[in-house]
DNA sequence: GTTAGTGCAAACCTTTTGCAGCTCT
DNA sequence: AGAGCTGCAAAAGGTTTGCACTAAC
């Protein structure tokens, strides 16, 4: 469980472990989805519904800071909100379609690959890095192509 | 010049070329810098007292639905707005200094590949992407360690 | 002449800040 | 005990919307 291991790392730093910091922690290590902070603060009003918004801010800022989790943008698919998820050991990209929303995560030694040659080309010292996709998957390709056609059969109507 | 070909783009498209776009997308496409709207609308008025700052941001809306300028968030290393350029024929990678705000281009067959390979691993068809990288230009890199030193010391001091 | 586009004011959404009081260690 | 953390209220930053007027085609 990453948890634990984000709880040690927190502690040795001389950073309190309360008993909001702890509700947050669990929310966003088991949901497996990405989170943003008005999300998780819904989730953990459910446990604790005495939690303020902005310790989510905080908490989130705290551990971006401390590197244990990584903000999105998912393309701002869905507005202007950043998603975070703990960080994992193997960076991945992420895929989002742009229609449903759904998200697929791409792992493989080419983001390795690019981070070492950036770092070499520039004499660069990377902290974190961050791919985003943004089109359609392969469910959404189907409709899309529909609703356009749709479209168009509309648009022919009304300049009839 | 790119921005002849996007202004014929929009007129093709029927959307209207009216004296504020035309100043806008001159500035967009000569600074070879990422501006941002509030950047923009400041350089804009420069050209035209007159010219609103709504204006700026439904022009960028327009392009960017239109594909014809990229939107960036550059890891917010400023900010929360959001940064343009013109879509350049290559795919390139941005690196930005997170002490300096410095912002270097990555250019390289490594992220061509990897559209390659998750459109035909994921069968996603892909519209736009971005890669973001954050961390320390070489320069910042020294300037960093000497401050973290002056910082613990300081540390040591006040813990005295 | 139409319809799309503009400016203005006001709203909106997400995130941050100031401060008094509470709590972890 | 005391620094660190929380909640509340209020503000800030960036962007969008409604509407009457204007300008491009």
Chains 1, 2 share one sequence.
Do not use: W
Not at 11 to 32: A, E
Not at 53 to 61: A, C, E, G, I, S
Not at 103 to 108: P, S, T
């Amino acid at each position: 469980m990453a948890v634990s291991g984000i709880k040690d790392s927190l502690k040795q730093q001389g950073v309190r472990l309360t008993r909001q910091r702890k509700i947050l922690l669990d929310l966003i290590d088991q949901s497996g989805q990405h989170l943003d902070a008005e999300r998780l603060f819904q989730l953990a009003r459910e446990r604790d519904p005495k939690i303020n918004r902005v310790t989510v801010y905080r908490t989130l800022k705290l551990l971006k800071a401390g590197g244990l989790v990584d903000e999105l943008d998912l393309m701002h698919h869905d507005g202007d909100q950043h998603y975070y998820e703990t960080r994992l050991k193997q960076e991945h990209a992420h895929v989002i379609c742009l229609r449903c929303g759904k998200i697929e995560e791409f792992f493989g030694d080419l983001l390795q690959q690019m981070r070492e040659q950036i770092e070499s080309h520039f004499g660069f010292k990377i902290v974190l890095a961050r791919t985003e996709v943004g089109g359609y998957c392969s469910h959404c390709q189907v409709l899309r192509a529909k609703e356009m056609e749709a479209l168009s059969a509309e648009s022919r109507r009304s300049h009839a």
